[in-house]
């Protein structure tokens, strides 16, 4: 199935809770509202027509400028041969969803990372904890007013310029 029909499927099913779709890109995609997320995931999933059974990626963007942080979903279907990304806007001061751990058991490990690296909360998570840094690392580090500590537990974070080693 095109891209444009499954949103053409999904419009029909959902109305106003998926838009913006952009097909003409390497990999079309739609929003969904966040409220949405589970009974979406879970019609794609389970459609015989659609099938999506695999969640082969699932990361989020920081937009500092526009006070948002965008979860996206890459969802492929081995059945029928299909693909499509799917994305969440979130507020940035509180970024919080639900989780799409009981439709595809590989959320665990993805939104760990998501909430490790982004400050993501996602709701009725198993086991929402840092899965990258220590438990007690302030802040998250790919939000784009990140800024590093200079150390950690009495360790220098701070490391020389690739080209000072390169002139050793």
Known sequence: MEPSEIFARLEKQFA???SDFKGDVQEPYFSVDAEAILE????LRDD??????VLSDQTAVDWPKEEKIQVVYHLYSYAHRHQIV???DLPRDNPTIAT???I???????EREI????GVIFEGHSDLRRIMLPEDWVGYPLR???????????ISTQRAPLVDKLMR
Do not use: T
């Open 16 to 18: 106003a809770k998926v």
């Open 104 to 110: 595809w058991k590989v959320a665990n490990w993805f």
């Open 100 to 102: 799409a751990e009981g």
């Open 48 to 53: 015989a027509e659609l099938k999506f059974e």
């Open 115 to 118: 909430f490790d690296l982004f």
């Open 86 to 88: 799917l994305k969440v």
């Open 40 to 43: 979406i995931c879970r019609f």
């Open 144 to 154: 784009k007013d990140y800024v590093e500590q200079e150390e950690y537990d009495g």
